[in-house]
Structure formats: structure tokens, C-alpha cells
């Protein structure tokens, strides 16, 4: 790591823990801050946004009623559809925001993976949440004040790009926003005007990572480049998010590439792992439904269902944090079910490259055999290695470099095929 400049103190760069106080927060404690925290957002979400209200009336249930963190579960959860809709029956918002249009400063959109993007909308004190735990996140992965970041997330409606440059500048660090790379022209033009800028950390998406670099061979560029050659698919488990509706920074890991879990904020952030056919709790430690209520916001979610497949972790971690760890292990969209299990991309990925360039096959049926398509020379053992991790039969197809569509923000690693046509 370089040497910060003078004016940075040692001490505001060595200390372990962005937030000692609350990171470290006895659990007692902890659920005290919670269950007070979810009585006001009960509270918040009821009297002043019809959306939670009108919910919450639907099943006979008022804020008074959550007298404990489990009584929470009689609010019945709302996923990204009901959002959708509750937009498009009351334009252009909706009546899911506590503080309606003219309480908020800032209007962004949901990226829009899983179909039309949602608005969000941002107060100055949420904003100031989301900067607080951005900056737990990134100090655990490394980021210290007087560091050089170039972020990489979108701009324009999107509002990735400003929310992780108001974290880096929360956190002291100078941002950098180059948005996703698009052609080789633009992505070789960037590369030059960075050169030189003593780059100590990229915030990007893999996909954009992995496209800046194959921009870069083509190209034969030899300067400035996001440091993935040492980089591991298990990347995927540093951070976690309840997408930036919800709680965006929700969390990150203790270390860095090893798969270990993210710490989730839970004094901002309620969470739970639901099975998506019973709507239960799953046992810690598998698969579920990530379920989200936020903490401590002018603009509470109550029960938000991201749709997103994670594992939750309550033992305690060494490191000295009390708050929960999380895997995002990948989108509920992109589950293939095979021979009665559930198989995300991450279980293809991490015995793959970073850079590795596949997809997973699915049919309209449950299939009997992973069915992947792998772009080059597949290891002789990979096959058996997928299988063995999956505990389902896998066939590899190899296809020729460069057919599988790239793309600059988020991968696309699920293709739907006919119940007849071949792998
Ligand atoms: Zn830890």
C-alpha cells in the first residue's frame, strides 16, 4: 500500500474498524438497537406511506403489534413486482417512500436487471446511512483515506455511480468515475488519461472488470489496468446488497477472496433467509431468499424480498465483529434446477477463472445434467469438480472464443433453451 500523504494521520489509516462502537456492539445490545429501530421504521412506513399501510391493514396488523423481532414476520413480504406495480398505479413513484418526491434530495433508477427499473429515492439523512456503510465496507476490504479510486458503477438515472463516489468521499479516499466501459475506442482512451494517477483500487463490476482487460490484450495495452489477474471468482462473497432501494451497502467480509461471509450492518438492516416455496425460514447456513427490512431510515422497506439467493452465518467471527455474516451466492432468476437441487452460476464460477467465459443451459423442464457452455479448452477434471460440488451430473460443451454475448456491468450466465435443442 502506498504511503498516504503527510496531511492523513497515521491513526486515521491503521485503526481496525471503520465504526468500533457499533461493530462491536454486544448482541444484547445490538437487538435492543434493532427491535427500537423496527418499531419506529413500523411506525414510519404506517403512517405515512399508503403502500406499507395498505399492507399492513390487509392482514389486521398495526405497528403496536411488533412487540419482538420475530413478531415481525406477520407483515407479509413485498418483492421488486409489487413495487412495480404500486409505481404504475400511483405514477411515477408510487406510495412506497415515506417522504414522497418533494421530502427527498436525490432520484435515482434500480439498474433494471430483472426487468423496468424502480425509482429510488434518497433523503439527506439516508444518503448519510448508505455513506456510513459503504465506509464499513470498504475499510474492511482495505480502503483508507488519501487512497485513489477509480469507480466504474453507471451514472445518468443510475444511481450507482454517485452512491459509491459519496462513499469514497465520505470515507476520504479521491473517486474517480469512468461509468462501465463501452467499445475498445473509449475503454483504451480511459486507460490512457488514468495512467499515471497511482490507482490504488477499482470499484467495478467483474463483467466490466473482465471487459476492460479484454480490450486491453486486443489492443496490446501495457499500462494502467484493474488488477485481476490474481483475482478469484469467490470475490462474488466480499460484499453483499439489498439492492440501493433497499440497503445498498449492506455489507462486506472480514477477508478479502477467501468466501469466509459478509458482516451485514444489522443496526441498519433486518435480515432473513425464507425458503421462496414455503415463505419459512431456512436452516443457517442454506440456501434462502434474502428478505431485508431497513433500519434506521426515513424510507423504510418492511419485508423486502429481493429475490436474491444468500446463506446466513450467526456464529461468531474472530475478527471480533458481532454482526451476522451473509453469501450472496447469486440471483433467484438465475437458478437452474437439476436432478431437485438449485444451481447458481457461482457454483460453475468458482472452479473456473475470473475471466472464464460460460454459461448454465436451462430448459422449461427440471433437467437430469448441468448442461454449461464454456468458451476454450474446459480442464480435464472440471466436469468432475463441478460435480462433486454440486452433487448433480454435469456435461461441459465447448464452444469458440468469443461467441458468449459480453457485457459491461453484470454478467448474463443463464441462456433458455427449448426442452429439445442441443447443449
Ligand atoms: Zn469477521
Redesign the pocket.
Known amino acids: 500500500m502506498p504511503k498516504p500523504p503527510a496531511s492523513i494521520p497515521d491513526q486515521a489509516r491503521t485503526r481496525r474498524f471503520w465504526n468500533p462502537e457499533i461493530q462491536t456492539l454486544p448482541r444484547a445490545e445490538l437487538e435492543a438497537l434493532q427491535l427500537k429501530r423496527l418499531q419506529e421504521a413500523a411506525g414510519i412506513a404506517y403512517d405515512r406511506a399508503p403502500f406499507f399501510r395498505r399492507r399492513f391493514d390487509a392482514t389486521g396488523i398495526r405497528p403496536d403489534d411488533i412487540v419482538s423481532l420475530d413478531s415481525l414476520r406477520q407483515v407479509p413480504p413485498f418483492s421488486k413486482a409489487d413495487l412495480r406495480a404500486d409505481e404504475a398505479a400511483h405514477p411515477p413513484v408510487g406510495q412506497y417512500r415515506a417522504s414522497g418526491l418533494r421530502g427527498a434530495v436525490r432520484l435515482a433508477t434500480s439498474t433494471g436487471t430483472t426487468g423496468r427499473p424502480t425509482y429510488v429515492l434518497f433523503t439527506g439523512h439516508d444518503i448519510g446511512v448508505e455513506n456510513e456503510l459503504g465506509a464499513r465496507n470498504f475499510w474492511r476490504l482495505g480502503y483508507r483515506p488519501g487512497d485513489v479510486v477509480v469507480n466504474a458503477h453507471p451514472g445518468y438515472l443510475n444511481g450507482g455511480q454517485a452512491n459509491v463516489g459519496g462513499v469514497m468521499e465520505h470515507l476520504g479516499c479521491l473517486s474517480i468515475s469512468i461509468g462501465p466501459p463501452e467499445d475498445d475506442d473509449r475503454i483504451i482512451d480511459t486507460l490512457q488519461r488514468l495512467d499515471g494517477l497511482a490507482i490504488d483500487h477499482w470499484q467495478l463490476m467483474p463483467a466490466a472488470a473482465v471487459r476492460i482487460l479484454q480490450a486491453a490484450r486486443r489492443r496490446g495495452w501495457t499500462g494502467v489496468l484493474p488488477p485481476i489477474q490474481d483475482a478469484t471468482p469467490l470475490l462474488q462473497l466480499d460484499l453483499i446488497s439489498a439492492g440501493m432501494e433497499c440497503v445498498g451497502f449492506l455489507g462486506s ?3 478479502p477472496g477467501l468466501g ?1 461471509g459478509a ?1 451485514v450492518a444489522e443496526d441498519h438492516a433486518l435480515i432473513e433467509a425464507l425458503d421462496p416455496g414455503t415463505g419459512q425460514p431456512v436452516p443457517d447456513g442454506e440456501r434462502g431468499y434474502l428478505v431485508c427490512t431497513s433500519l434506521g431510515r426515513d424510507n423504510p422497506m418492511i419485508r423486502y424480498n429481493l429475490e436474491d439467493v444468500v446463506r446466513i452465518d450467526r456464529s461468531p ?5 458481532t454482526h451476522l ?1 451473509a453469501w450472496w451466492d447469486g440471483r433467484g432468476k438465475d437458478v437452474v434446477r437439476v436432478a431437485g437441487r438449485a444451481i447458481l452460476p457461482l457454483d460453475v464460477w468458482r472452479h473456473l477463472s475470473f475471466d472464464a467465459q460460460y454459461v448454465l443451459l436451462r430448459r422449461p423442464h427440471e433437467m437430469d445434467r448441468l448442461e454449461i457452455r464454456l468458451e476454450g479448452t474446459p480442464a480435464d477434471d472440471l466436469a468432475a469438480r463441478i460435480e462433486a460440488g454440486t452433487g448433480v451430473p454435469v456435461h461441459v460443451t465447448q464452444i469458440p472464443a468469443g461467441s458468449l454475448a459480453r457485457s459491461s456491468y453484470k454478467f448474463e450466465r443463464v441462456i433458455d433453451l427449448d426442452r429439445g435443442e442441443p447443449a
Open positions: 467480509t472480514c477477508r469466509t458482516h467471527c474472530d475478527c471480533g465483529e455474516r
